[in-house]
Every structure is written in structure tokens, then in C-alpha cells.
């Protein structure tokens, strides 16, 4: 897993306050193995903060990846969305997210901001 350190800038009229995220980068490969295999977690400092974000890209130039909670299915997507190859989605959420990959192996890659 990789960290960067990106700043983000913050002004008001009376001075410059400088604050700093980690963000955490991965590739996963995905199988299609019925339930659903983790793509990102948040941590536990950030689930308590109700402010985490997850931008998932499917690196893949022909297959579909599902993605939603646990218990994926290949035929229906467990009430989870497609992503499509070559697609990316942001994602606002407290929980982990999945992923269900539909006619073979795919890698995903993703970005997240554990320190908000």
C-alpha cells in the first residue's frame, strides 16, 4: 500500500492554516467468486468521522466489475451497481466496499482518504 502526503489549503481573512490527508492507494485483483471480494475498508478513526471517500477505477478493457456491500452475485449484483471497463466512481461511504468481477479476473485500483 502506498501513502501520499497532499496538502490542502484553507484561508480565512486573518490568516493561512495548512492542513494535511493521507491517501492510500491499492490495486486489487477481483475475482468471480460469488460473495464478493474486499476492495477498501475505511479506518476505524475515519468510519467515526462519517467523512470517508473511496474513488474505485476499473482498469480492465472488457470486463465488468459489481460493486456494493458483501454477497455479491455474478447474475444479479446483490442489489450492487456495474462498473464498467475503463470506468471510475467516488463513493461516499462508512462501510466496505466489494467487488464481484463478471467474466474473468479483474484488477481494480483505488484511492482513499483515511484521515478526514
Known amino acids: 500500500m502506498k501513502k501520499y502526503l497532499l496538502p490542502f489549503f484553507l484561508s480565512t481573512a486573518l490568516s493561512l492554516t495548512i492542513a494535511w490527508a493521507t491517501v492510500n492507494t491499492n490495486e486489487i485483483s477481483i475475482p468471480t467468486t460469488a460473495g464478493g471480494t474486499l476492495i477498501w475498508q475505511p479506518s476505524v478513526?475515519?468510519?467515526?468521522?462519517?467523512?470517508?471517500?473511496?474513488?474505485i477505477l476499473n482498469t480492465d478493457a472488457t470486463n465488468v466489475v459489481w460493486i456494493g456491500n458483501q454477497g455479491l452475485t455474478a447474475t444479479t449484483g446483490g442489489g450492487a451497481f456495474p462498473l464498467k471497463a475503463?470506468?471510475?466512481?467516488?463513493?461516499?461511504?462508512?462501510?466496505?466496499?466489494?467487488?464481484?468481477?463478471?467474466?474473468g479476473t479483474v484488477v481494480v485500483a483505488y484511492a482513499a482518504d483515511d484521515n478526514q
Open 45 to 55: 478513526q475515519t468510519a467515526n468521522t462519517g467523512k470517508m471517500g473511496v474513488t
Open 86 to 103: 475503463g470506468a471510475a466512481v467516488t463513493l461516499k461511504t462508512a462501510g466496505p466496499v466489494y467487488g464481484l468481477a463478471v467474466g
